[in-house]
């Protein structure tokens, strides 16, 4: 329903608007870009750039860390402690690393990968 939804609107935005849309905001999990990408709509010389919603990518990340903590729940670690408990992986813990994460990747946008990815492990090793 999303993809065709998406690729509705881009089909009609010449014919109705006289605009070409080149850039996709989407939410990551979506079948919509991947459908407009496909159907080539306005030629070779006018490809679609996929953005990608960095609230989405927080909150992602957030998501798996739960379900690792979820699924390691009753594993004992190298130090034969449990992921989860006081000084460990706590929702308080992913809650904090998901929104430095979102701060990290929206200090970065427009700079290089590399500087993303410094900020990144930096708040892995803080």
């Known amino acids: 329903m999303e993809s065709e939804g998406a690729l509705r609107i881009f089909s009609r935005s010449l014919q109705n608007y006289n605009v070409r849309y080149v850039q996709y905001l989407g939410d990551g999990d979506s079948k919509g870009f991947l459908r407009v990408q496909e159907s080539n709509i306005y030629g070779d010389e006018f490809p679609v750039e996929k953005l990608e919603c960095i609230g989405h990518v927080q909150k992602r990340m957030g998501a798996r860390l739960r379900a690792l903590k979820n699924n390691l729940k009753s594993t004992k670690l190298s130090d034969n402690k449990p992921i989860s408990g006081r000084g460990r992986l706590t929702d308080a ?26 900020s990144i492990w930096a708040i892995y090793f803080h």
């Open 93 to 118: 813990e992913i809650f904090l690393l998901q929104k430095y994460y979102g701060l990290a990747i929206r200090r970065n946008v427009g700079k290089s990968v590399a500087d993303m990815s410094k």
